[in-house]
């Protein structure tokens, strides 16, 4: 059996460097609302929200400095969406649709913070 040994001096390659970003919710969305929101309408390869882990009231994902941005625009998007959607459904059985804070409606997300990440 032949020895493991290096082959060849140490390069760098592109390091990216991966945080973990928590996102706050107002409150703990049901399991029909999750459902909703992990059907998005709209998501890109890296941004889906099957990559959101939903820990009571808050998200978190995973994502280096250049695509959190991106991130959080997805996620006001696929969060707008499962109120919406949620909401119609409510509203096709009769039944009130659950406040949900600022998140109900036509949520429009404010202007992300410039210097958000440095």
């Known amino acids: 059996m032949e020895e493991i040994q290096r082959a060849g001096s140490a390069s760098v ?3 990216r460097i991966v945080a973990t970003w ?3 919710l107002n409150v703990a969305p049901s399991r029909e609302w999750e459902s909703l929101f992990r ?3 709209e998501y ?3 941004c889906h929200p099957n ?5 009571g009231s808050r998200l978190t994902f995973e994502s280096d400095d250049e695509a959190v941005l991106d991130w959080l625009e997805h996620i006001d998007r696929w969060i707008a969406s499962a109120n919406d959607r949620l909401a119609a459904r409510r509203g ?23 210097g958000l990440v440095s």
């Open 92 to 114: 096709a059985v009769g039944e009130e649709p659950i406040a949900a804070g600022p998140l109900t409606g036509a949520y429009t997300p404010a202007p992300l913070a410039t």
């Open 51 to 55: 990559r959101v882990r939903l820990d």
């Open 22 to 24: 928590i996102v706050p």
């Open 13 to 15: 390659g592109k390091l």
């Open 44 to 46: 890109t390869r890296v």
């Open 39 to 41: 059907q998005p309408l």
